[in-house]
Nanobody, 126 residues
Framework: VQLQAFGGGVVQPGGSLRLSCAAS????????IGWFRQVSGKEREAVAF????????YHGEPARGRFIITSDAASATVYLQMNNLRPEDTGVYYC????????????????????WGQGTQVTVSS
């Protein structure tokens, strides 16, 4: 299982970035794939997840109203479109994957995600 994260960078407040997570080595639709982030002074937190080729979606508190998670099964890639970015969004964003167990909800806990990509730095600053 491999996850490669792309798309971090420096953006001004109010700007946008799109993160990408390219997955390989497993059946894309059988996994929940998404993003956690580590921002200064806080524990790593859930941002958004997607599973079953888009049939299951979860946006965590940091994402609601500003970020949108999507996926492309053909390229086995998950995207996180981040809009209206704020300085408090600054941090390292990690792509992660967890095998789905047939439950109703996507897993949301760090301990449920067995596979991790490298982090990508997002900096929101004027």
């Amino acid at each position: 299982v491999q996850l490669q994260a792309f798309g971090g960078g420096v953006v001004q407040p109010g700007g946008s970035l799109r993160l990408s997570c390219a997955a390989s080595g497993f059946i894309f639709g059988d996994y929940s794939i998404g993003w956690f982030r580590q921002v200064s002074g806080k524990e790593r937190e859930a941002v958004a997840f997607i599973g079953k080729n888009g049939d299951m979606i979860y946006h965590g508190e940091p994402a609601r109203g500003r970020f949108i998670i999507t996926s492309d099964a053909a390229s086995a890639t998950v995207y996180l479109q981040m809009n209206n970015l704020r300085p408090e969004d600054t941090g390292v964003y990690y792509c992660a994957a967890a095998r789905l167990d047939g439950g109703t909800w996507l897993p949301r806990g760090i301990e449920q995600y067995a596979y991790w990509g490298q982090g990508t730095q997002v900096t929101v600053s004027s």
